[in-house]
């Protein structure tokens, strides 16, 4: 059993907190917003996270998982602690660092004894060196830092951090390296590896992995429009070139765009990353770019389906799905905000439905756009459907119901959620992204 703090109590901390305490550990989590520890210690749990609230409740029952504002009293018990801090893009697009190493430096001045001061936040390479640097600077005793980025997709976070692909642990002490791995065995014991490895290679690893993803996202969404253009299917293309080894089923879906709070920072941050050293790093700046104008694909449609912006006022769009992808409440950089804010500017009326995300884009637009509780109610006297993110629950509606309430049969799906020829069969004008629109 080990003591392990961790400091940033949000998407990636609470997931670690529970599961390390999950697995038998006293874990403490430090947030600095004192209202989401109020509700944390009384049993709530602050994110929707599939299969995390179970965990969540039985590990605060038993005594694992705690809570806390003071990074003192965290600092007291715990051998490990991690950092799960925020590191958004700054105005030049490199990850603003001031939350780790303001909590680095604030950890340098309580350190009494040996820790090990982890960076779990997705960091530009040579952090780890600024974070040993924070910390020394007050520093009495001995510590070692270690870079092991999270790869934990929101969504299915608790799977992954549970049973992950790898982890990779960014360490030039053997000592903390042993410590690493004591806490991560329980999570790799179907032989998942731990890849130990240099810090710098671990900090670049996730940004690898992320501008990756994000390649391939661009990559299908420009093979989709290119598709829509020459009268191909991109189904039958993603079938086709994913049935390849090489290439693999995974990530080959296009749509409007990437969004969530990782993938267009670190994409940014890599970007950044080159330019220091001097590299102009030319895919990942169409990468981004694709991305950006990927996102007002959807209205580009909308518009010309009604022949320009200016038929667009007054008319009145049921919006499925908000946040950035399903089984998330998570709404940073989601395409449905870059719609809903292109809509209204037209002049348009939207009812919106998302079943977790609804509360964030409210903060966000308040009484602008109307919520509706179900669904099927979002649809009510609506010209067309807009379907931005592909929850489960839109992919088999009562399609009578649908075709009842709105006023037109008429649906743009930015997701790919319905067949095309079954939408024609059904009587809808349906509008996709990559495929022929069935006539
Ligand atoms: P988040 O915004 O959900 O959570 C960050 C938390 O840190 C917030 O609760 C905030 O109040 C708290 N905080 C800020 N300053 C603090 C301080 N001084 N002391 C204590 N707490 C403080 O962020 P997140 O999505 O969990 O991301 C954290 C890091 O992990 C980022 O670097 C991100 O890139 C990386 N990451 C995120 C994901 C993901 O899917 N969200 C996946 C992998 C890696």
């Given at each position: 059993m080990k003591h392990v703090a961790v400091v940033g109590t949000g998407y990636v901390g609470l997931v670690a907190g529970t599961c390390f305490a999950e697995t038998g550990n006293q874990v403490i989590c430090v947030d600095i917003d004192k209202a989401k520890v109020e509700k944390l210690r009384n049993n709530v749990v602050t994110i929707y996270e599939p299969g995390l609230e179970v965990l969540f409740k039985r590990n605060l029952r038993e005594k694992r998982l705690h809570f806390t504002t003071e990074l003192a009293e965290a600092m007291e018990s715990c051998d490990i602690i991690f950092l799960a801090l925020p590191t958004p893009p700054g105005e030049d697009g490199s990850a603003d660092l001031k939350y780790v190493l303001g909590v680095a430096k604030e950890i340098g001045k309580l350190i009494k004894s040996y820790k090990v001061v982890v960076n779990k936040s997705t960091v530009p390479v040579g952090t780890a060196d600024k974070v040993r640097a924070a910390i020394a600077e007050h520093a009495t005793c001995d510590f070692d830092v270690v870079s092991n980025p999270e790869f934990l997709r929101e969504g299915v976070a608790v799977d992954d951090f549970l049973k992950p692909d790898r982890v990779v642990i960014g360490s030039s002490s053997e000592r903390a390296t042993e410590v690493m791995q004591q806490l991560y065995e329980p999570f790799v014991r179907q032989g998942n590896p731990i890849l130990v490895m240099d810090e710098r290679s671990a900090e670049m690893t996730k940004y690898a992995a992320n501008s990756m993803l994000a390649l391939r996202i661009s990559f299908m969404n420009e093979i989709a429009n290119l598709c829509d253009k020459v009268g191909a299917n991109v189904d039958m293309v993603r079938r086709g070139i994913g049935t390849d080894f090489r290439i693999?089923?995974?990530?080959?879906y296009p749509g409007v765009g990437y969004g969530g709070s990782c993938f267009p920072k670190d994409v940014k941050a890599l970007i950044k990353t080159a330019q220091d050293y001097e590299y102009n790093f030319q895919i990942l700046k169409s990468v981004e770019c694709v991305n950006e104008s990927q996102k007002h694909l959807l209205v580009q449609k909308i518009e010309a389906y009604y022949g320009?912006?200016?038929?667009?006022?007054?008319k009145k769009f049921a919006m499925w799905g908000l946040s950035?992808?399903?089984?998330?409440?998570d709404i940073r950089e989601a395409p449905s905000l870059v719609v809903i804010h292109a809509l209204l500017e037209m002049g348009a009326e939207i009812v919106a439905y998302d079943p977790e995300a609804m509360g964030h884009v409210k903060q966000i637009v308040g009484d602008k756009v109307t919520f509706a509780s179900l669904a099927e109610d979002a649809?009510?006297?609506?010209d067309a459907l807009i379907i931005v993110t592909e929850w489960?629950?839109?992919?088999?509606?009562?399609f009578n119901s649908v075709k009842k309430r709105l006023k037109h049969h008429l649906i743009f799906d930015g997701r790919n959620v319905f067949d095309n020829h079954k939408m024609k069969e059904l009587g809808f004008e349906y509008y996709s992204i990559g495929r022929p629109t069935c006539q």
């Open positions: 693999g089923k995974h990530f080959l320009g912006r200016e038929h667009i006022a007054g950035f992808k399903p089984n998330t409440d649809l009510n006297d609506a489960n629950e839109f992919r088999n509606p009562d």
